[in-house]
């Protein structure tokens, strides 16, 4: 957006002048007639050119929006409203007290954006990488029903367990990628600089070295001379899975797969059921039809194989099946859960249930994660053990045989 320059008089009669960010002229016109400010001149500030100017551009272009910052923005939306504030006045509060400089950006264009007349909803599909569909469809339902605070309410309550499971599975995930990123280097640094110092050493020797001392001096030769193809080889896989998830196909492999991981990935299949079932009884709660809520809950999964289990769902439902049955036909929830949906679509109070299937997920996350130190150690140590017992027979099976060469000399 433009930088324009104003000058303009306060409610006491003083000159005042300043910079805007806005879409028009008339936008950093509504803006100063709603602080109070009577606008004088308004023009097209000139470029700014400095050095810092442009830094700190950058800086908040770059700046990520989080959960907490969506999480918090729901909650203060939500006070607000209630408290009576107008919509208006409550976005220019929050843009002065946010601490994140690109939301604040995010929020004056939606004060702009309602400035020219058009639905909150509508203003916050402009910003489809900070609002995800489900947000933009639950505010929607909120002002066609009148129950817009209510709706900010749900949302909060949802992006707060959303941060609390994206913290577990990060939780989840890094002990494991931690132990086996130091092993490798650990593996690589041996190959690089151990091990040719005992092959020196080994070189001097009038013996036949054993086949596991051959290999690994054979592994250290290959990695010394070779190194800088194996890295550059390393960094080249690397990008090329990174290109190959970011494509359809692969990040539906990708998103399969990282289910199969032992011990993790239950974890996050369990925490993706639990985002789903959420999701949905919230949007259920706010009164978005079932299928048009699945239809939303699917892309919030942020699961593209779950994704497509919750489409067959949808088609199901829309086909005239019950929840329970469709959900039995994906394979994706055990029967403790499906017979807690039956349950649900008996009495009517779906949401309800799925509330509570969103709670037992969340509970059995909860105690895998407690655990998961003590489910991950023994296959650790199994394969830190193997790794031992192959460097232990290749450096020292030679030591032993110059002992016995010694000894009946």
Do not use: C
Request: aromatic share 10%; charged share 20%.
């Amino acid at each position: 957006m433009p930088l324009f320059q104003y000058k303009g008089r306060n409610q006491r009669g003083e000159a005042v002048r300043g910079h805007l960010d806005a879409a028009s002229p008339d936008a950093v016109a509504t803006q100063l007639l709603n602080n109070g400010v009577i606008p004088i001149d308004i023009v097209i500030a000139q470029a700014r050119a400095d050095i810092f100017g442009a830094l700190q551009a950058r800086w908040v272009a770059n700046t990520k929006i989080t959960l907490t910052d969506l999480s918090l923005f729901s909650r203060q939306m939500y006070t607000l409203l209630k408290a009576g504030v107008p919509i208006m006045q409550a976005l220019r509060g929050l843009r002065e007290s946010t601490q994140n400089p690109a939301f604040a950006k995010v929020i004056a264009s939606l004060g702009e954006s309602l400035d020219t007349g058009l639905e909150l909803n509508n203003a916050l599909r402009r910003h489809p990488k900070v609002f995800s569909s489900l947000y933009v469809n639950l505010v929607q339902v909120g002002e066609t029903t009148g129950s817009l605070q209510d709706v900010f309410l749900q949302l909060a309550l949802y992006l707060e367990r959303e941060k609390d499971t994206h913290d577990q599975i990060k939780s989840a995930t890094r002990y494991p990628t931690f132990v086996v990123t130091a092993i490798f280097i650990a593996i690589f640094i041996l190959n690089l600089f151990v091990i040719p110092t005992f092959a020196k050493v080994y070189a001097g020797f009038k013996i036949e070295l054993p086949l596991a001392t051959r290999i690994l001096i054979a592994s250290s030769n290959f990695t010394v001379t070779y190194w800088p193809v194996l890295l550059f080889t390393l960094i080249v896989v690397i990008f090329s899975v990174r290109y190959y998830v970011n494509t359809p196909e692969g990040r539906y492999r990708w998103h399969k797969s990282k289910l199969g991981i032992p011990v993790v990935g239950r974890i996050i299949y369990q925490a993706t059921l639990g985002r789903f079932s959420r999701a949905l009884a919230v949007m259920m709660k706010s009164g978005v039809p079932l299928v048009q809520g699945m239809t939303v809950v699917s892309r919030a999964v942020d699961n593209d194989y779950i994704s497509d289990r919750i489409v067959q769902m949808r088609d199901g439902v829309e086909r005239g099946e019950t929840i329970a049955r469709t959900a039995a036909a994906t394979g994706m929830f055990p029967p403790l859960v499906i017979q807690m949906i039956a349950v649900g679509e008996e009495t009517g109070s779906v949401d309800e249930l799925m509330l509570n299937v969103a709670d037992y997920y969340e509970r059995e996350v909860d105690y895998d994660i407690r655990n998961l130190s003590t489910a991950i150690q023994p296959i650790l140590i199994v394969f830190l053990s193997i790794m031992v017992f192959i460097l232990a027979l290749g450096v020292f099976l030679p030591m032993w045989d110059l002992v016995k060469v010694a000894r009946q000399s």
